[in-house]
């Protein structure tokens, strides 16, 4: 009875003490925006923050203290407030975006909002503009622009992390929105499923990132973030919303050499129209957007027709506070067509014995999602169903490669932000099942991935310290049996738990250094696992023994932040390394019997190691009133090399190893990466006239497939042969340098006129052996902003 009498007591004392409170909405200063989560903190360490509608509501003592208004990327307002009791008060804030920041907040990083220059990884950002001014019809180009990273084929590589796999299997895991969009089957970013129209920036983190995202980012992450439309845009255009239209009409130039102008004098063309309207009404943010491009391609056969639309939307709960909740999906209608290898150096447009695969089929993804936010609380539930279905005819002819997966995803997340110690815990788990049939796996497969992840992040004065652990865990079924060391089944299942950290430390005002170490784990996709078909008249070849790949990778970076009037930015050097397990490459050689014996196939290569050198430069802003100038460049040096010589690396006897080195070239080098890597690309705007060119230089690819200098030899008359390949690789041994140029002029506030030449130099280069990459192309841009 006396223990209830004192928490009563106790209970009543405390409602006297906070019966005083404060209460109001914090906006953004320059757009009048409601900002989500700004941190309210009393001088005792207690506080709040605001809700989805930027609105606080704060119980305090009477009497006088001061009250910190916090939010990343703005200045902090400090207040001294008195109250007498029983008293509330209305505090309304406008915050002020702060000018001694970089100024840039990423979420993939940590899953939460964190300035870049404050988070323990190497990252990358690109903004929205870049993306539209280089007219990017497909994403995959526009990353291609940043530095350590290559895309090859739709596969990206990011610091030499990966070589080069045909449409199967991926070490970097592509996003939007924080969801993978990963085919089940194949492994493969669906690039043609992003919407290019609808993008507030891209986010790529170099380095192992399975710990927080899962199988697919060993070697890193690139997140595309959406945009909704903002405060700024309705107060702007007194509409509910904005709407975007781009309309491009190109062509394609012919080579420098006669001999590959395979269409004669007449010049291929390229157009596209895409549009984005995003509206807001009461609660509810509603984006529409779609694309139509029509390309007639540089290679014979290679036609592309798309056709997109997409939609996003999100609903703030009146009812529920802190409750929102909506869908976003995506849908692509396309047909394309495709080949692996070329029909020589002098007909490098054309496709081997002029065979080429056409690929009609639609492929979408439908994503609900909801958010609750309670206090320092915040629960996420995010689902993904994508469906991906392709019809492939050769030459014409339905020869059995139709395939259809249906990914079903979900991720819940759970986040506590206890503000009193600066700490922030996030978990979850994510569960995905792929149902899989294909003609190319002779059957209907399913696969069952399961995981449990978490994350701590703290925060002492300037430093942080990230933690963070996952375990997942893979089943794989399949119609047919196969025989994996000797016995035989259809079954195959792993799992492995894997684990991070990292830090950063502010040495001085804008001088940030870190560390990190992570570890990754990639189980193969179906793909790789069971495909036996033909490409374009060359194999390719299952491995149903091929294991899953183990590794870890990790640096020491520092950022130092530059700042010039009102331009902001940052430069950047960071030592890396990545070590693998079973490291999984797609290899080319001698796999089965008889005349077609020479084809493609996923094969474990032992132990391997990249270290190298990575140095970026990242900003934008004015110079003065009528100057400005945006900056993202970068250059890395690799060094990716074989720690298992005896292992499949290893070159034999008989000529038919996996690895060719140029002479007096390292021989344990791994296949299809570079060793230099330079990037850069610099626009200046000058009121309303903006010129902008970008850069990009690879070395040498020294090594590849052994047998593919054998079979590109002159003297090499087997049906499969690939003619001139060795007279290639002897022309362009000194590496690739591409300049792409671009022009803009504002005509007026609405409307936008650009002028953009890719390849200026008309370059012929190699992106892989026996696959030539497009001449100088040009392109005319009409961009309305309503």
Sequence with gaps: MRKIFTIVIITLCNLTLYSQTISGTI?????NEKLIGVNIILENGGGTSTDIFGKYTLNTSEGTQKITFKYIGYEDIVKEISLAKDENKTINIALENSSEQLSTVVISAGRFEQKIEEI??????????????????QIETAMDQIPGVNITDGQANIRGGSGWSFGAGTRVLVMVDDMPLISGDAGQAQWSLIATENINQVEVIKGASSALYGSSALNGIINVRTAFPSQKDIDKNKLPGYTKVNMHFGLIDKAKRNELNWNGKKRRAFKGIEFLQGMKFDNLD??????????????????????????????????????????????LSQSSGSTIIWNGLDAAYIPLDESITRTTGNTYNIDPFMTYIKGNNRHSLRTRYLSVKNNNLTDGVDVGQNNSANNYYTDYQWQKNIKKYKLRITSGTTNEKVNADSDLFSGKNYKINNSLYTQLDKKWNRLNISLGARYESFRLHSEDKYFIEGDSINDISAGKPVFRTGINYQAAEATYVRASWGQGYRFPSMAELFISTNQSGLEIYPNPELKPESGWSSEIGIK?????GKWMGYIDVAAFIQQYDNMMEFSFGSWGTGDNALGFKSVNVGATQISGLE???????????????????????MNPISLDLDYVYAETSNGFGLTYSNSGSDSTML????????????????????????MRYNSFMKNIDYIFTIIGSNEYTEPNRIPGLNDAREKFNDGDLIIDLRAGYQMTKTARLGFIVNNLLNTEYMSRPANMMPPRTFAMQLALKI
Aim: glycine share 10%; aromatic share 10%; charged share 20%.
């Design 671 to 694: 296949k299809y990466r570079y060793k230099h890597i330079a990037k850069a690309d610099i626009e200046i705007v000058y009121k309303g006239i903006s010129i902008g060119g970008s």
């Design 286 to 331: 509603l984006s529409i957007g779609g694309n139509i491009f029509l390309d007639d391609g540089y290679r014979m056969g290679e036609i592309l027709d798309r056709k997109r639309f997409n939609i996003n939307s999100t609903y703030k709960s009146k009812k529920i506070e802190g409750l929102s909740y909506g869908i976003n999906a995506n849908f």
């Design 560 to 564: 130092q932040g530059v700042k010039t």
């Design 615 to 637: 140095l970026s430069i990242n900003g934008q802003g004015k110079i003065n009133s009528n100057l400005a100038i945006n900056v993202i460049a970068g250059y890395t040096y």
């Design 120 to 137: 323990t990884v190497s990252m990358e950002v690109i903004k929205s503009t870049l993306i539209e001014n280089k007219n990017t019809t």
């Design 27 to 31: 906006t953004d200063a320059n757009n």
